[in-house]
């Protein structure tokens, strides 16, 4: 609490304290003379008073009046203390300890299909996530990024959800055409790899960094990048690229020179058609090793008014029992 908070409860407790102070000697003096005006007169009353077990009931009365004031205070008090809300604070440093995944899709015409099976099958594996960050990058012959990496994952679905919804084509742009045609040519794998391996943030700390690139590697166009360039680029900032690639068969040349440059990374190239599926893929990347992330400290401060609940409750109780046992 602050200072000046305290000082109030304080002055608080001592005007509650002195006015039923007060209230008790005016209420008991004015008892008296009511007692003593109403009452009939009694031959012989100072034998009365004289006697042990009227002085005794008289000193337990007092004493009942004097526990009652001092609870009364006591809760006062208490109370003041509930009311002033009592806070307590907590050191926290924020540790992310999990892997940066990096969904790199190639949004031509010939990647629809395995395009929304990858958003779909990561839409269903969010659940299952413990603080990976996920980003989303798609490509045509330019590069958009649609979320950077985070942990966020109503965000990250969200997202999902849209651009997935985008291949139905129920608009007349769709919205992984925004962005994705202001190059010349199509599907420029070397560009699109490229612009993902760029998405990766803290490059000074040692973290399980993965690609996962849907791609059938069937260029169209000059690209500014080629892929073998892509993928050296992904190795040196530490990146593993995991290639999906929709068509059957690894003998085409295509596919052999994505499966090359995948595993040059550390990688490596599945045919979506085969026995290994999009989450086989996710729980690979899950298997490597996690590194800490810590963020800034912060202080969070919190309302801590528990004990001092419980302690009112206590004084009340008494107060309680003590008005029914003197029946004021």
């Known amino acids: 609490m ?9 002055g608080a407790v001592f005007a509650v304290l002195i006015a039923a102070g007060i209230g008790l000697l005016v209420g008991l003096r004015r008892r008296r003379a009511d007692a003593a005006s109403d009452a009939a007169p009694i031959a012989r009353a100072e034998r009365l008073r004289s006697l042990g077990s009227f002085r005794q009931a008289v000193r337990r009365r007092a004493l009942a009046l004097g526990g009652l004031l001092a609870l009364a205070s006591v809760a006062v008090l208490l109370a003041g203390v509930v009311a002033a809300r009592p806070m307590s604070s907590q050191t926290i440093q924020p540790v992310n300890t999990s892997r940066d995944i990096m969904l790199c899709l190639d949004v031509s015409g010939s990647m629809t299909d395995v395009d929304v099976e990858v958003l779909t099958v990561f839409d269903e594996l969010l659940d299952g996530f413990e603080g990976e960050r996920i980003g989303l990058t798609i490509f045509n012959s330019s590069a958009v990024q649609i979320f950077p990496l985070t942990d966020d ?26 962005g994705t045609l202001n190059g010349p040519g199509a599907s420029l794998i070397g560009d699109g790899l490229a612009s993902c391996s760029m998405g990766f943030d803290h490059e000074g700390d040692e973290r399980s960094r993965s690609i996962i690139l849907a791609t059938d590697n069937e260029v169209n166009g000059a690209s500014i990048v080629t892929l073998e360039e892509a993928a050296a680029y992904a190795t040196s900032k ?29 990688g490596a190239a599945f045919g979506l058609r085969e026995t290994t599926t999009v989450a086989d893929i996710v729980t690979q990347v899950q298997e490597e090793e996690a590194t800490e992330l810590r963020g800034q400290a912060q202080v969070v401060w919190s309302d801590d008014p528990n004990l001092w609940i419980v302690l009112l409750v206590l004084p009340v109780l008494g107060l309680i029992v003590v008005l029914w046992r003197v029946r004021l």
């Open 2 to 10: 602050e200072l000046a908070n305290i000082w109030m409860l304080v």
């Open 153 to 178: 994952y109503d965000f990250v679905r969200e997202h999902l959800q849209r651009i997935s919804d985008s291949f139905e084509y129920v608009e007349d742009i769709p919205e992984h055409w925004v």
């Open 238 to 266: 530490e990146i593993r690229v995991f290639a999906l690639n929709p068509v059957e068969g690894k003998d085409t040349e295509p596919s052999e020179e994505l499966i090359a440059a995948a595993e040059a990374t550390g």
